[in-house]
């Protein structure tokens, strides 16, 4: 069963880029069955989908977030990250990496912008 | 865009009643269409994918029909683990996009 974790700093500065990273075990990164996506919670509401990667390494990227949202894969280290640059208090969340296909998700992380 | 409403925003109901939830989605979905449950401080768990199939190790008190743009969760019997927040959730092919619904928080009445 694949198991996700979701690593990184717990508070970001306002402006400053969020850098997050999912480790996946139990299961190849590489597969070509799955993609792996970032959703976000901010506190109290409800889930937005951040983005997608897939086995082949192209991205889809939420419309309202795509000039600010990179995701990558590094295969080497059975990962892939998230970076959400230009942030502002708006983007207080608890980022879950996932495989949606699947149903498989990290536990979340709660990042808080704040100076 | 594809946009999802759920209807009702809360049900209240007691252990043992039926709990039946709507998602309506703003086009045709086909059957591309998954429910979570969350609960508090939890990550979603899914229960159906592909509008109708239960995930794995999920009860068979849970159940999914629709396909379109109408789909319905169904929780025939409530346990007291199943009060809590449902989200449906799309998946559109091209390009490829995930849509979840503002989310059926059913709570104990």
Redesign the interface.
């Known amino acids: 069963q694949l198991q996700l974790q979701e690593s990184g700093p717990g508070l970001v500065k306002p402006s400053e880029t969020l850098s997050l990273t999912c480790t996946v075990s139990g299961g190849s990164i590489s597969s070509s069955s799955y993609?792996w996506?970032w959703?976000r919670q901010p506190p109290g509401k409800?889930?937005?989908?951040i983005g997608?990667i897939?086995y082949s390494g192209s991205t889809?990227y939420?419309?309202s977030l795509k000039s600010r949202v990179t995701i990558s894969v590094d295969t080497s280290k059975n990962q892939f990250s998230l970076k959400l640059s230009s942030v502002t208090a708006a983007d207080t969340a608890v980022y879950?990496c996932a495989r949606?296909?699947?149903?498989d998700?990290?536990?979340?992380t709660l990042v808080t912008v704040s100076s | 865009e594809i946009v999802l409403t759920q209807s009702p925003a809360t049900l209240s109901l007691s252990p043992g009643e039926r709990a039946t939830l709507s998602c309506r989605a703003s086009q045709s979905v086909s059957s591309y269409l998954a429910w979570y449950q969350q609960k508090p401080g939890q990550a979603p768990r899914l229960l159906i994918y592909d509008a109708s199939n239960r995930a794995t190790g999920i009860p068979a008190r849970f159940s999914g029909s629709g396909s379109g743009t109408d789909f319905t969760l169904t929780i025939s019997s409530l346990e007291p683990e199943d009060f809590a927040v449902y989200y449906c959730q799309q998946r559109s092919n091209w390009p490829p996009r995930l849509t979840f619904g503002p989310g059926t928080k059913v709570d104990i009445k």
């Open positions: 993609y996506g959703i409800g889930l937005e989908w997608s897939y889809y939420n419309p879950y949606p296909g699947g149903g998700w990290g536990q979340g």
